[in-house]
């Protein structure tokens, strides 16, 4: 048995809306720290190391994965309705919004108040992305953060 982890992450470009430079700033981030650690195991999916792609299909979320180097191989598909995080990403987004804005003139101890409320929500949507995918993929919760933060962006268009 390989690696339980993902050694590449793609977003499908084509469910993607045009982003802020915070937002693709925030997309690099969570690919380049998902990349450096993480544990990811699809239960009966043989062993890894995972490419990992993740995408929109009909207001759900599409996460193909592929064992690494196997693109002709078949893939384990997971599709998650979205519904169970709309509200918690609209929030998370409202939160960030305010976050975003008060770096640039807030008092340091505002600033912190409002990471502290961003923190909690994005850690509550990583914790219901584990329990929704508990079923069929094993991960830690800092691989489920990273994904779920990718789940928000690609969020942004059924958003706009």
Known sequence: MGE???????????????????????????????????????????????????????????????QAGAADGVP???LLPLTPFTKLIREYFVVCDSYYSAIRSAAPAQIEAIDMGRRGLHNDGAELLRERLADQVTMDLNTSRRLFTLVCILHLKRRA
């Open 4 to 66: 339980p982890r993902i050694v590449r992450i793609d977003l499908d470009e084509a469910t993607i809306a045009t982003r802020t430079a915070e937002i693709e700033h925030e997309r690099k981030l969570a690919i380049h720290d998902l990349l450096e650690d993480n544990r990811f195991e699809p239960r009966g999916y043989g062993g890894g190391p995972y490419s990992v792609r993740l995408g929109l299909q009909d207001g759900r979320l599409r996460m193909e994965v592929r």
């Open 76 to 78: 384990f598909v997971v």
